[in-house]
């Protein structure tokens, strides 16, 4: 258990004694609100080595990194339950090693005591030998490396910035290096030559007075070592963006030739729909293979941005600011990230505008087709209402033939009996009210079967 760890107890079991007079506590409460110690900076004893390890934990479980923490000295009574908060912190025989958790990488620190021809006078000083891991233990680790950083912090003389300045260049063997005074009363010098050499390592080198604390030594590790880790891994969007490039040429080909045949009718509907859904197939499945890494580039640009206004930078004339040197690097290829996703976004919704515009011929030829089909509609009841009517005409024509008759015979059976008449005179004077009335009756069913309706 460290300091840090130790006071927070000694704190909790002290308020512990205390009556409690408060309503039961959130189930996430306590997780919240420790979430802020979660990753306390180390405190580092100048000269010192601390060595910084990445590596990406896809496909890498706890199991794994907690069974080869359990390689280490020492370490064998090592609990898988330790590593569930994401932070551990392991107190070694003359060394420290933090692991930490994080969602697509695992980070590993090392301090240690820097080897005496490593300070401020050597040139270009070979550190790896100097490590007090067992041998082969770092390339053991579960995961990817992506980053690796040896950072020495020595003492030294700020008075004169140049002249450390000086001893810097020599120390990383002349290279061009990007060096800045960090703090607003200039308590440190961080001096780096960002070149990746062939032992896989990167080289920061921290210059701070003798009067430095312990923790001020720490949170100045912690702040340069988590801007280059941050760094890294937002340009882990760049080679995405580059490989989406002609993928994404070819889809706006593509839809400019839709575009062109709806505005020219040179294609046939079903197939300007079908490249459309193929068109809008790909490009989901470009946004949902690579929206999180998009998303991640930006949240780690922005870690960037926020470690780098943390240093409060002042420069050393005649030498670039770690944090201008970023910016200058970083800065294009956040702007090609953030331009393909722009215009991946800007498919998706182009896709879309022409997937409306073809639906909007669709409906239209549709309602065409509708309308034509109503037309024949009405002109085919118009046929059926004539044809209709006629049929009516003939049916009050025969029933009143029907009915005349039964009159002319009633006619005839009056006068057989010795009735005075003469039957086909008065079938003749009937025949006018038996249409009228055989009409009036027609009308009326119709007018009742209307009223209904």
Known sequence: MDNSTATLASAAHALGNEERLLPPDDAQRVLLHNEVHARPPARIRLPA??????????????????EHLRRLPGQEGLTLEQLQGNFLRLRLPGYTL???????????????????????GGRDPELLSHLVLPQQWLAGVPGRTFCAIKLAMVHGDLSDPSARLAEA????????????????????????DFRLRDNGFE??????????????????????????????????????????????????????????????????DQVLLDTLVALAARVEKAMARHVYRFSATRA?????GQRISELREQPIPGTQTIGEFMRRRLSPA????????????????????????????????????????????TRGQELQLRLQSTVEGLSIAAISYYVISLLLYGAKAL????????????????IPVVLWGVWRTTRRIHEKLHADH
Not at 110 to 117: E, I, M, T
């Open 49 to 66: 080595l601390v060595l910084l390890l990445a590596v990406s934990n896809e496909g890498v479980s706890r199991q794994q990194e907690w």
């Open 98 to 120: 933090k692991w930490e958790r994080h969602t697509e990488f695992t980070r590993y620190s090392l301090v240690q005591p820097l080897p005496a021809h490593a300070v401020l």
């Open 169 to 192: 260049l020599e120390w990383f063997g002349d290279q061009p290096v990007a060096a800045s005074i960090m703090g607003n009363n200039g308590h440190s010098m961080v001096v780096t």
């Open 203 to 268: 080289r920061m080198l921290v210059i701070a007075p003798p009067e430095t604390s312990e923790t001020r030594a720490g949170r100045v590790s912690q702040r340069v070592l988590e801007l280059e880790t941050y760094r890294i891994m937002a340009l882990r969007g760049l080679p995405v963006a580059k490989d989406l490039g002609p993928e994404l040429a070819e889809i706006e080909r593509q839809l400019a030739d839709i575009t062109a045949d709806l505005e020219h009718k040179s294609s046939t």
């Open 300 to 304: 780690y640009d922005t870690l960037v």
């Open 334 to 377: 956040m702007a090609t990230v953030a331009a393909t996703e722009r215009r991946l976004s800007s498919l998706s919704e182009r896709v879309a505008r022409a997937s409306a515009l073809l639906r909007t011929r669709v409906d239209i030829a549709a309602e065409g087709q509708n309308q034509q089909l109503l037309e024949k509609l």
């Open 415 to 430: 006068k057989s009996v010795g009735v005075p008449i003469h039957p086909e005179l008065a079938a003749g004077a009937l």
